[in-house]
């Protein structure tokens, strides 16, 4: 009897965001056929800045999509600086890609997305296309059979199963065994996205904010502080205004970004900070409250032919700025151990290479996720004013990242195993 032709193994993707893209793109490939569900109808991102710290930006270098991601006019972040409210720099930190082998990257996150959309379903690039259906949530899972039932009460099997849908994962519960709520943290962000043509003739000091000028600012108080920096080639500016939700003079309790907020109740908010900043929140046309949420590590990202990843898996504060990074390293490390995979893979051959990505990847994960939560703290001394805030501490960790496999050689070396 002649051998017959394998089938194409099926991966499917529950999530349609930037971490679920970026897993379709890196595991798309001949001999796979990946699929994304998404629930929402991908009508429109949510309007606001991102970045790719270094180790997830060489990533994504890697995997040869730069004519998608140069129409979103990303821009090379080249410092990140931290100035107290009287003005003065109280560290910089310089972001030099011969140290991390990458840039940080800021892109607009509806760019981002759109162009991680249009690499993942493009004909021409290897392997068959990358199917995504919109308006099509997950309702349950059966982890150990690959299964996905959907909102319309589809049931949907698959080789591979990855939950990339976000922080209130409809996957999670069926992983771990048990419902694993996120976990507000005390601190809430105003986002305001502006047109830099906007802000041409601010009073600010020249020597603190160039509204074009590729670099991060913060802007530290007692309690609270300012991040901003530009994005799409100079022509935005996103500020982002991180509040204790006990000096807040609003309401937040929602996770979403996009929760309508009261102008007046920020500009009150930060009345002890420079009237500048204030002119600059004037010049929003609209102002989103996100309440910061989090998980506790979960005991584990796998089951059967199922794994956890991005914020399901790990979801994090973005005071280190690595939630989307931290989900394109968990692609990067589903894309090496699933290469080692036959086709037609089995049960027990998936739970096993889904064993290793979590290996892989979970002390690490869960360190950044910690330290995430330690950099939300207050980021001055209360009583004298001094910064102590110090984005660099975790930097060479953080970026100096050459991929799962790499990783894991490198852990065993450093503790005798090899």
Not at 112 to 132: C, E, I, N, Q
Not at 180 to 186: E, F, L, V
Not at 205 to 233: E, H, N, Q, Y
Not at 280 to 289: E, M, P, Q
Request: some cysteine.
């Amino acid at each position: 009897m002649g051998s017959s032709t394998p089938r194409d193994t099926q991966i499917l993707v529950v999530g349609g965001g930037i971490g679920g893209l970026s897993t379709a793109i890196a595991l798309r490939s001949p001999g796979r056929q990946v699929t994304v569900l998404e629930k929402s109808r991908m009508l429109r991102e949510t309007g606001a800045l991102i970045s790719l710290q270094p180790n997830a930006s060489k990533i994504v270098d890697s995997w040869g999509i730069e004519s998608f991601l140069a129409e979103c006019k990303p821009m090379s972040d080249k410092a990140f600086r931290i100035f107290n409210t009287g003005g003065k720099l109280v560290n910089e930190v310089k972001l030099d890609k011969a140290a991390f082998g990458a840039d940080r990257v800021l892109y607009h996150r509806q760019d981002l997305h759109t162009a991680l959309l249009k690499a993942a379903t493009s004909p021409d690039r290897p392997g068959p296309p990358v199917v995504v259906r919109t308006g099509c949530g997950a309702a349950s899972c059966d982890p150990e059979a690959g299964s996905v039932t959907t909102t319309t009460g589809e049931t949907i099997t698959a080789d591979i199963v990855i939950g990339a849908d976000g922080i209130r994962s409809a996957i999670r519960a069926h992983v771990i065994g048990e419902q694993r709520d996120s976990i507000p943290t005390g601190l809430s962000a105003y986002r305001l996205l502006l047109k830099t043509a906007d802000l041409q003739g601010l009073d600010t000091p020249a020597d603190l904010i160039d509204f074009k000028d590729p670099v991060t600012t913060m802007i530290v108080g007692p309690d609270k502080r300012i991040i901003m920096g530009p994005g799409r080639d100079g022509t935005l500016f996103g500020v982002v205004a991180l509040v204790p939700d006990t000096s807040l003079n609003e309401v937040s309790a929602s996770d979403s970004w996009v929760a309508e907020a009261s102008l007046d109740a920020l500009l009150t908010s930060y009345a002890d900070f420079p009237s500048w900043a204030a002119d600059i929140f004037k010049r929003a046309d609209d102002v989103s409250l996100w309440q910061l949420r989090d998980i506790d590590p979960l005991p584990t990202w796998t089951k059967g032919r199922t794994i956890l990843i991005g914020d399901a898996a790990h979801a994090m504060l973005p005071t280190q700025g690595q939630g989307a990074s931290q989900a394109i390293e968990d692609a990067e490390a589903l894309q090496a151990y699933i290469a080692d995979l036959p086709a037609e893979p089995s049960r027990e051959q998936v739970a096993g290479a889904l064993g290793r990505v979590f290996t892989a990847r979970y002390d690490r994960a869960s360190l950044i996720q910690s330290y995430s939560r330690q950099q939300a703290r207050p980021g001055a001394d209360a009583k004298s004013g001094a910064v102590n805030l110090n984005p660099g501490q975790f930097l060479q960790y953080n970026c100096r990242y050459a991929g799962a496999k790499d990783w894991v050689e490198r852990q065993k070396a450093e503790s005798g195993q090899a």
